[in-house]
């Protein structure tokens, strides 16, 4: 059994007609040969933790992130070659306001002595237009909603305002170039109060203009 420990692959993917297929095909013909994976099943199964901490940081769209998978290229059978990946990826598009986000929180949480992930979702209610009102019928179905909405992400987080209505909020991944910087400026509020030291304001406006949310789930 072989093992590679890293390796780099660049992907673009691309979605075409039936006939543009033919025609691409027609091309490579002459200059490449099919191998043995040319026609075959991608199967995956992906592992998390118990309370889903992979992918509800995926979600959030960090600078980094990993996901550990089991991957055969055909349909598995007990003799079927497969493959325990770790998926790493880094956004370099939006990643050094979001990095630099999250390591001055990862300074106040050690200062604090609390996890990074609380201080995350201690922002999330002040930041403003981040969130909808879905109304519940009981207790029972808003505590299914408010752990339907957790899921996707570390920053959905949800708060009852009584009279039937809970308060879902979006996690940062989703906030426009404002609602970012007004996240940013509460972090680097609290690093000052703590004696952390922080960037200069032209750097950070600097990251914010390549910053790009994700669309918002209804």
Known sequence: ???????????????????????????FAPRMERDRFSESTISNIYYDTPDFRLIRRSLDRPVYKEKLRLRTYRTPHADTEAFVEIKKKYDKRSGRANAYAWACMGKLAAKLGIKREEV???????????YRLVPYVNGQHRDFIADLWSKQGLGWVTQDCNGGYLMCFYGSSTYNTLQMGRLINL??????????????????????????????GV
Do not use: H
């Open 1 to 27: 059994m072989g093992y590679q420990t890293v390796f780099r692959r660049y992907e673009k993917k691309y979605l075409v007609t039936q006939e543009q297929y033919d025609r691409l095909a027609a091309v």
């Open 120 to 130: 995350y979702r201690q922002y999330i209610p002040e930041i403003g237009d981040n």
């Open 187 to 216: 972090i680097v509020q609290d690093c000052k109060e703590q004696g952390i030291e922080t960037e200069p304001e032209s750097t950070v406006i600097g990251w914010l203009s390549k910053w790009k949310p994700e669309e918002r």
